[in-house]
C-alpha cells in the first residue's frame, strides 16, 4: 500500500508539473520588475506606444508585430535605442516569444532611465493566439511564426510554426 501511495503521488507530481500555466512559466523565469501589458490592451486604438522586438533577426524575419522595431536579444544594442529613441517618458513595449528575453531588454531600459517600458505578457505567441495580425518584412499579413524550438512552441496555439 505504501508503495503505491509513492507511485500515485511521483505520478500526480509528474502530471501536476506538465500543466505548467504561460503565467506559471513567466513567474518562473522572470523577476517582473518590468509590468506586463496585455495583447489586447496593446491592440487598442487608444494604446500610443513604442514596439520593440527582442527576438532574434531570424525570427523577426519570418514575421513581426505590425509597426515593430528589431532589437534583438543576443546582439542588443542599449546606445542604438538610446539614440532613437531619445525621450525617455515615451510608452515602450518590449517583446519576444513568450516574455522572457523582453524582461532582459526591458530592465536594461528602465536602468537608463526610461519610465515607461513594458513587457508584452506572452509575447508573439499570445498576439498570435489571440488573432493579432503579425507581418512579414514585405509588409504583407502572414500566419507563419517562428516558434523559437520545438519546446517552447506549445505555447503557440495558431499560425504555421517555422524553426529555421
Known sequence: MRNLFIIFFLLLSFFGNSQETL???LKTHNTERVPYISVQEL???KTDAILLD???LKEY???HIPNSTYVGYDNFDLDTVVKSIPDTSKTIVIYCSVGIRSE???EQLKKK???NVYNLFGGIFEWKNNNFPLINPEGNETDY???YSKDWSKWLLKGTKIYE
Open 23 to 25: 503565467q506559471e512559466l
Open 43 to 45: 491592440a487598442m486604438p
Open 54 to 56: 527582442a527576438r532574434e
Open 61 to 63: 524575419n519570418v514575421s
Open 104 to 106: 532582459d531588454i526591458a
Open 113 to 115: 532611465g526610461y519610465t
Open 145 to 147: 511564426i517562428h516558434a
